[in-house]
T-cell receptor, first 111, second 114 residues
Framework: RKEVEQDPGPFNVPEGATVAFNCTYSNSASQSFFWYRQDCRKEPKLLMSVYSSGNEDGRFTAQLNRASQYISLLIRDSKLSDSATYLC????????????FGAGTQVVVTP | GAGVSQSPSNKVTEKGKDVELRCDPI?????LYWYRQRLGQGLEFLIY????????KSGLPSDRFSAERTGESVSTLTIQRTQQEDSAVYLC????????????FGPGTRLTVL
């Protein structure tokens, strides 16, 4: 079993709609969580950190469910520019900050 | 300020040759990672440097791969006797130590082995 798992998608989303997807992690010692965004043929860039209480940044909302060991990302009012691959990242507390990446969820926003 | 830089941006080599890829992290970042990403695939962890600690080499796919880092600065990833399956984008990332600090990626080196 992979340590970080994501639905690869693609999630085809009409412009203006809402899309949400999850990422599950296997190590209960996971301590911090991030969502990164990767555009085609570009490097990943941090989208947002995920805090225990959940957090919102504009149209993006991230939540953490420690009991079920998953994090989620919700995108409201999708824009064409939101089309990208969204990478879930988990940091395990005993790993000196080593990042563990999921394989990514592809989102395609259509006009 | 300056971000993570990598060189070369593109490298085409012949099978069996050695290649060296360079990463210049952001100044002050003690953590440095190398990843490999094949076309259409996810990130594959290769190696992790954290300060002066022994590097985590658990992701290196074979003994043809090695990496070094001088203190908390430049890192080089060396691939010996390249094979066609080594063709990929090699990404470097750096960050501050700690569990809650983001990592910043360089633009990558696209390696093509003919």
């Amino acid at each position: 079993r992979k340590e970080v798992e994501q639905d690869p998608g693609p999630f085809n989303v009409p412009e203006g709609a809402t899309v949400a997807f999850n990422c599950t992690y296997s190590n209960s010692a996971s301590q911090s969580f991030f969502w990164y965004r990767q555009d085609c043929r570009k490097e990943p860039k941090l989208l947002m950190s995920v805090y225990s209480s959940g957090n919102e940044d504009g149209r993006f909302t991230a939540q953490l469910n420690r009991a079920s060991q998953y994090i989620s990302l919700l995108i409201r009012d999708s824009k064409l520019s939101d089309s990208a691959t969204y990478l879930c990242v988990v940091v395990v507390s005993d790993s000196w900050g080593k990042l563990q990446f999921g394989a990514g969820t592809q989102v395609v926003v259509t006009p | 300020g300056a971000g993570v830089s990598q060189s070369p941006s593109n490298k085409v080599t012949e099978k069996g040759k050695d290649v060296e890829l360079r990463c210049d992290p952001i100044s002050g970042h003690t953590a440095l990672y190398w990843y490999r990403q094949r076309l259409g695939q996810g990130l594959e962890f290769l190696i992790y440097f954290q300060g002066n600690s022994a590097p985590d080499k658990s992701g290196l796919p074979s003994d043809r791969f090695s990496a070094e880092r001088t203190g908390e600065s430049v890192s080089t990833l060396t691939i010996q006797r390249t094979q066609q399956e080594d063709s990929a984008v090699y990404l470097c990332a750096s960050g501050r130590a700690g569990l809650y600090n983001e990592q910043f990626f360089g633009p990558g080196t696209r390696l093509t082995v003919l």
